[in-house]
């Protein structure tokens, strides 16, 4: 396995070599215990080289035709050449056959490649930290991933059925030069093919900053427009269009400054190209012309050096747009791999096994936590939830309430200190055990762009219909959906936005009844609904919760009178703890919260009642 470094999004850090990046992609081209698909590349290979052997035949058949058909002295009686002729034209159709057989075998190990990269990809990037999904752009992120598959399409065709069988063609034609006529005919090719590589990858090199400017202006500029997208409601509360638009112009013109530098470094390397094959190919028709003059060579052998070249002129105009392609997409390709390379802040240890069962006690035993280490977070929490308890924790902003929730779930690892499920330290089982044994009704329920019924299910993948459609009783949010014209495969829309706030707080309590975890999480679940609605919200969570251990990240204090232990925390740290009644009694910062927050509700109230009463006048 990698060694693995972090990395923020866009990758930063060391850049891969091209040679790396080749040397990762080689497991994906002869992938371990895949038997069929390295059966695949082989026989591809075979087919390979057959093609080019018989490639290079055809000209040796013109050339007897050609001689064949030229007159040897005056009154001279010129027979048809049938059976070179039908040969040369076998050959052209046989050589084409085995081009279009390697690429029907080798399809198969490509795109079976690329399924997994894209899939290691996916898992790989679930698998990173909430740190690493916080800082990411999800459009810079997006375009890396699309980039990256293509490249890896195209580096495993090109780099084998471009690159290789030109080099091959190359020294094949270069020894029957040589081995038919003399050595100046071999030398000339060879030092053209010599010189023509040297410039290519010279030049291309020197594009590479280029290319790989373009990347980075393409990213920003497709994670401007997704980000003013995805905030699409922000912008018009705002009347922001036409800023949005300046932002997203601006980066477009970076890019198009990019792209006209790429594509004007591109240009001179095609001149350049250009001119090295022209002169070579000069050169060689001189050096042949002289040999037919002198005698030497007859008219086919010319017309065989000069088909040879023309041959060869093809692979290697080729060979240079392969080259400049495979160097743009080991680029791209770059950028997938520093993906792959970004590490996982949060791992399961060698050895580490399931949560074992228990009825969900959770112990916080001197925990700090900082997420960056010049601003420490929390300073040593301990506190316990027993089997069944209702354990509150409340605070002024800042005052690191979201920090253990993150925490209980594993998002961020304890910096000191110890976190325990039923005794076990969350550090020594796995990821997967701790979150199956939690469930969470986050403050803000983003929803996947599917049905109802989908979101609801996501708390159990495999439960029933029957079963779905009693969670969202218990949830009260059946009698709802029965309402809705398309009932349960009503489409929620992108996060959920076609339902209201409570709605979606249904549907992740929903999902919670679903999961049946043994402890819940409940973080700040009704501080963004109103009133009304938060008290409905409030009786559904409260029947969910019983005989569940249960914490609770709250804002209105009103939600957690009941609570058998509030912890308040302020600074990082616990200041006081206790029921409602003995922390109201303490006269500390909870009883001032909860004052404030009493006559701001009977202020509200007030205002409700007069307003009431003046639309009944």
């Not at 590490?343 to 949560?355: F, I, S, W, Y």
């Not at 690191?400 to 925490?407: E, N």
């Not at 909860?594 to 007069?610: F, G, H, I, N």
Request: hydrophobic letters at 45%.
């Amino acid at each position: 396995m990698r060694e693995r470094r972090p990395v923020s999004d866009p990758p930063k850090g060391p850049r891969r070599t091209a040679f790396a990046t080749l040397v990762a992609l080689l497991p994906y081209l002869w992938p371990r215990g895949e038997t069929e698909l390295r059966l695949r590349v082989a026989a591809a290979m075979a087919c390979l080289v057959a093609a080019k052997l018989v490639n290079v035949t055809v000209p040796i058949f013109y050339k007897s035709a050609i001689d064949a058909l030229t007159p040897s002295g005056p009154g001279a009686v010129v027979a048809l050449p049938v059976a070179l002729i039908v040969g040369y034209g076998l050959v052209r159709v046989l050589a084409q056959g085995f081009g279009e057989l390697r690429d029907t075998i080798f399809a198969k190990v490509a795109v079976r490649a690329v399924r997994r990269i894209a899939l290691e990809t996916f898992q790989h990037l679930h698998r990173l930290s909430l740190k690493f999904h916080l800082e990411r752009r999800t459009g810079g992120l997006s375009r890396a991933i699309e980039r990256g598959m293509e490249g890896t399409s195209f580096l495993l065709s090109l780099l084998l059925f471009s690159i290789f069988p030109t080099l091959l063609e190359i020294a094949l034609v270069t020894g029957i030069l040589w081995g038919l006529y003399s050595i100046d005919f071999a030398l000339v090719t060879l030092a053209t093919i010599v010189v023509y590589v040297i410039f290519t990858t010279v030049v291309s090199e020197w594009r590479v900053k280029f290319r790989r400017e373009k990347n980075e202006r393409d990213s920003e500029a497709n994670g401007r427009a997704i980000d003013s997208l995805l905030n699409y409601e922000t912008v018009k509360y705002f009347g922001n269009e036409a800023m949005e638009a300046r932002r997203y112009d601006g980066a477009l013109a970076l890019y198009e400054r990019a792209s006209l530098r790429t594509q004007t470094s591109l240009s001179a390397l095609n001149v350049g190209q250009g001119a090295i094959i022209a002169v070579g190919l000069t050169l060689i028709m001189l050096l042949a012309g002289s040999r037919v003059a002198s005698g030497e060579m007859t008219i086919g052998d010319f017309v065989l050096v000069n088909t040879y070249l023309l041959q060869l002129y093809v692979p290697l105009n080729a060979l240079g747009f392969v080259y400049r392609n495979l160097r743009q997409s080991l680029i791209d390709l770059e950028q997938l791999f520093q993906l792959l390379d970004v590490a996982e802040d949060v791992r399961d240890p060698p050895g580490a096994v399931p949560l074992p069962l228990g009825p969900g006690r959770v112990r916080f035993a001197d925990v700090s936590f900082a997420y960056d280490p010049r601003r420490p977070i929390l300073r040593d929490i301990s506190f316990e939830a027993a089997p069944g308890a209702r354990v509150a924790i409340v605070g002024p902003s800042g005052a690191g309430k979201s920090t253990v929730a993150r925490l209980l779930f594993r998002f961020y690892d304890a910096g000191e200190g110890r976190i325990e499920i039923d005794g076990a330290d969350m550090r020594t089982v796995t990821q997967a055990s701790v979150r199956a044994a939690i469930g969470v009704v986050p403050q803000d329920t983003v929803l996947f762009n599917d049905t109802i019924f989908y979101n609801i299910a996501y708390g159990r993948p495999d439960a029933s219909r029957a079963e779905v459609e009693e969670a969202a009783r218990l949830a009260r949010l059946h009698d709802f959906i029965q309402r809705l014209p398309d009932g349960y495969e009503t489409q929620v829309g992108e996060r959920g936005l076609k339902l209201s706030g409570g709605e979606k707080q249904r549907v992740a309590i929903a999902r919670v009844i679903l999961k049946a975890p043994r402890i819940l999480l409940f973080d700040e679940a009704t501080s963004a609904l109103d009133s009304n609605t938060e008290q409905e919200i409030q009786a559904s969570l409260d029947q969910v919760a019983a005989g569940r251990t249960t914490i609770v990240i709250a804002h209105r204090l009103s939600t957690v009178i009941d609570a058998d232990l509030i912890l308040v925390l302020d600074g990082g740290r616990i200041v006081e703890r206790g029921r409602h009644g003995e922390l109201v009694a303490l006269d500390g910062l909870y009883a001032e919260m909860w004052r404030r927050q009493s006559e701001a509700a009977r202020l509200a109230d007030q205002l409700a009642r007069v307003g009431s009463a003046e639309a009944g006048a």
